[in-house]
């Protein structure tokens, strides 16, 4: 939301813009400092200014307010670009460049982040790039990964096989942290017969900031890129807390597992691939599918099926909210369970049973999936009676996927496939996302 036309008319009779040093009187009030950008929420009759210690301050217009330009700003920030030139002998490693925080940076003149709109403005931060690979950028968006639609995943897998076409060894996708493990997750059932590695990184802290991940995971992504002999959608990201190493998780076994921590991203049910270390050695952790003799080039299966829910099970909660998801022509519901796969089923209290919600919903077509809330382990349909109660409607139960895999799973099957046949596929394992065993390691680790 803009500042107000009240506080644009008194800004615009003494020239004042964003950055400008001004000084605001209002009453026996004064304060000096510098206009800042307004945000998108908020008050739109309130000032915002940065004042001589740092902090913003909202000063709410008001009559008798009078605005007074001291000097003028230096404008909007501008960020240095480099340009890549091809090396002979090194490997051709694609990037494709999405946007999020790994291509953003805070002006601390006005405290605003900008997103840097050249992939060049990245690339001029890690000089040490060129001499890994020759890399080509491929530019598709500048947008948060929350703002992400299943259009995007199609439009970015479809980069992905036209890299590959065009003699990629290997593909770095750069995007926001928050939705990049279900973008991982549906990257790794839309993308078959890979020839080489798409490693998706990006950064929990912006690049210009002392303690900025971007460098280092950006680093490591690229020598997986060009140099591992891994053929899988993956995620690489810090491994701990200190520049020491990223980890490159399989994507349909990734999950962000902190808000702000640089080793956000931590494999579920299974171990990271590699280890690159901060001398950028690679170390192999797991088994994992490896290049080699193909048949066919790496092709891009897009279809997917938005209309598919994520439904968290908990107390108190009202299941006839399915049959609003079945009136809406959802063909796909994902439940998050509690525990090996619960959800209410015997319950004294009629209005919180599932079971003729969930009956009624498959007999209408919609495909149900079980996954757990615990995430680590997996559900299982025989153990108690009420698990056999809801097995029996014909719920498929997802073994160890987590909730976001299984939704992506979904997805992409209806996309694909006719209901009958996703349903079958949705517990068999198509790329990495159900193993057989889970290992005790795997949860204390």
């Known amino acids: 939301m803009p500042y107000s036309e009240k506080i644009l008319r008194a800004l615009g009779k003494e020239n004042i813009e964003v950055g400008d040093k001004l000084e605001l009187v209002s009453g026996d009030f ?11 929420v908020g008050d739109p009759d309130t ?33 240095e670009s480099a340009t890549m030139k091809s090396k002979p002998g090194l490997p051709k490693v694609a990037m494709i460049y999405t946007g999020g925080t790994i291509g953003s940076k805070i002006d601390y003149k006005t405290g605003g982040v900008y997103m840097l709109i050249k992939p060049g403005e990245l690339l001029n931060e890690v000089p040490e790039l060129a001499e890994m690979a020759n890399l080509e950028i491929r530019h598709l ?58 490693v998706i990184t990006g950064a929990q802290r912006s690049s210009d900031r002392g303690s900025s991940d971007a460098f280092f995971n950006l680093a490591c992504a690229v020598k997986i890129a060009a140099e591992s002999d891994i053929a899988e959608i993956g995620v690489c990201m810090h491994a701990s807390s200190s520049d020491d190493r990223c980890a490159f998780t399989r994507g349909t076994k990734v999950r962000k597992m902190h808000t702000s921590r640089r080793d956000a991203f931590r494999p579920v049910n299974d ?33 997917f099926e938005p209309k598919v829910a ?50 009624k919903a498959i007999q209408e077509g919609v495909v149900v ?10 559900v ?50 198509i790329a990495g996302e159900i193993k057989e065993r889970t290992e005790a390691d795997e949860f204390l680790n």
Request: charged residues 25%.
């Open 30 to 40: 004064k304060l000096v400092g510098e206009l800042m950008p307004k945000t998108e």
């Open 47 to 79: 000032f915002v200014i940065k004042i001589d210690n740092g902090y913003n301050v909202g000063i709410r217009h008001a009559a008798a307010s009078k605005v007074k330009l001291i000097s003028k700003g230096t404008g909007a920030p501008k960020f």
């Open 141 to 198: 968006f500048s947008i948060a990964s929350e703002d992400i639609s299943y259009m995007e995943w199609q439009t970015m897998a479809k980069e992905v096989e036209s890299a590959f076409a065009d003699g990629a060894r290997g593909v770095v996708i750069t995007m926001g942290t928050d939705a990049m493990h279900y973008t991982a997750a549906v990257l790794s059932f839309m993308l078959k017969n890979l020839s080489g590695p798409v």
């Open 271 to 303: 171990r990271p691939i590699a280890y690159v270390d901060n001398k950028l050695q690679i170390r192999y952790n797991n088994d994992h599918s490896k290049i080699g003799p193909r048949k066919g080039k790496t092709e891009a299966v897009t279809g």
């Open 310 to 359: 994520l439904i968290k099970s908990h107390p108190n909660f009202d299941p006839s909210i399915l049959d609003a998801y079945v009136e809406k022509g959802f063909r796909g519901i994902i439940i998050e369970g509690t525990g090996l796969g619960h959800v209410p089923a015997s319950t004294t209290h009629k209005e919180y049973l599932w079971l003729d919600h969930i009956k």
């Open 369 to 378: 999936g079980m996954t757990s809330q615990c995430l680590y382990g997996r």
């Open 380 to 429: 299982h349909p025989d153990v108690y009676r009420n698990l056999r109660l809801v097995s029996n409607l014909g719920v498929v139960y997802c073994e160890d996927m987590t909730p976001e895999t299984a939704y992506a799973k979904l997805g992409w099957l209806l996309g694909n496939y006719k209901p009958e046949e996703a349903k079958e596929l949705l517990s068999k394992n």
